[in-house]
């Protein structure tokens, strides 16, 4: 019964990259194949948990766990969101997160003193710091190429988390929480530990909160607090734009969901709405359950994995703008056909982009 959970997890991950990179496959849409490539890194993460449960822990199960779990699958994932919403201005957002995970990995290092982290931490901190500055300027000019940065911040970090991981020494072959059975990272040098931090903080908030801007940025809207990020403002006017932003996304976001449930009711909804909505469920879950688990609170880890996926899955099946049609992957088996928006979500969304342009802010076609 131990594998049960994992075993799921992991089929539903992999089942997910698959779909997804069939989808890449047919519309070469970059945000699905970096998605796949999350997804199976969480698949093989959970296969390793269930493969464990069933037979054991060994050295390799416990390295590949952790590189593929604990480091790389929220960065991906949150890559991913970001290619998605590259011609927005949540670039800015996705600046602050990877300035603040290079200040929170300084910090956790001051905290926590972890062995063989040596100079890592400052240098962690330096690269975050340098990154943030270039996404932030790129967004500002309205260059969509601002999600180019982040990619080279993540694919170096996933480089040097697998070099790392390969060549770390361990003092045993895998330690488990000797209250769950669950594996902890005790065993492996702070200058690995400390890139969980900056991947996942970074990849965790642009996949949920990017999900919840997305959604905001597709439903019917009621500005209660109106904002501007147009570049061509005053200085002074336009910090004080960026400082209101996310609370004034946060009240509207509220403030339109009476209509946009209205929407729904109507069938005028667009899909990317629900979806997303479904989507910010599934990052949050597994996000504080990982949390829970390296704070040494492991209970609730396969549980939070599971429902992870599960909301992840049924968001990107809801979505229309991922999986246009639902097919047998690789193959030309359809399980339902080419579906489109309503051409009065079509509309909504179009005047939405219309007025969020006006703000400083573009969205992306639907459909596109």
């Known amino acids: 019964m131990q594998a049960l959970l994992p075993t799921l997890t992991a089929f539903l991950a992999l089942a997910m990259s698959i ?12 945000f699905q194949l970096v998605w796949a490539i999350g997804m199976a890194f969480y698949g093989i993460a959970a296969g390793c948990e269930a493969l464990a449960a069933a037979s054991g822990w060994n050295e390799v199960l416990y390295r590949t766990w ?17 290619l998605l919403l590259s011609k927005t201005r949540f670039g800015y957002a996705v600046a602050i997160s990877i300035f603040l995970a290079g200040l929170f990995t300084l910090l956790t290092q001051a905290k926590y003193h972890y062995e063989g982290a040596g100079s890592t931490p400052i240098l962690y901190f330096i690269g975050a710091g340098l990154l943030a500055l270039a996404i932030a300027v790129e967004t500002y000019f ?12 993540v694919i170096a970090a996933s480089v040097l988390a697998l070099f790392l991981t390969i060549t770390a020494s361990l003092a045993q072959p895998y330690q488990l929480d000797p209250a769950t059975g669950q594996p902890v ?6 200058s690995l530990r400390l890139l969980t931090p900056f991947l996942n903080i970074t990849g965790g908030f642009a996949l949920a909160f990017g999900a919840l801007f997305s959604a905001y940025m597709f439903m019917p809207k009621r500005r209660v607090l109106p904002y501007s990020l147009d570049p061509n403002q005053p200085g002074d006017h336009f910090l004080f734009n960026l400082l209101i932003a996310p609370v004034a996304i946060l009240v509207n976001l509220f403030a339109s969901l009476p209509s946009a449930g209205r929407a729904l009711l109507a069938g005028q ?4 709405v629900p979806a997303t909505i479904l989507i910010c469920v599934g990052a949050f879950i597994p996000t504080v359950t990982d949390s829970l688990n390296r704070a040494g609170s492991t209970e609730l880890f396969q549980v939070g994995k599971f429902l992870g996926v599960v909301f992840l899955f049924t968001g990107f099946l809801v979505s229309i703008e991922t999986f246009r049609e639902i097919r047998v992957p690789f193959t030309s088996i359809k399980i339902r056909t080419a579906r489109r928006e309503h051409e009065l979500v079509q509309d909504g969304a179009a005047a939405a982009t219309t007025v969020e342009s006006a703000e400083g802010t573009t969205a992306e076609a639907p459909g596109a």
């Open 66 to 82: 952790y590189l593929t779990g604990a480091v790389l699958t929220a960065g991906w994932l949150g890559l991913g969101t970001a």
């Open 142 to 153: 309205q260059n969509e190429r601002w999600p180019a940065f982040m990619a080279v911040g």
């Open 269 to 272: 909804l667009h899909s990317r």
């Open 185 to 190: 990272a005790d065993l492996f040098p702070g």
């Open 19 to 30: 779909a997804l990179a069939d989808q890449w496959r047919e519309r070469r849409q970059p």
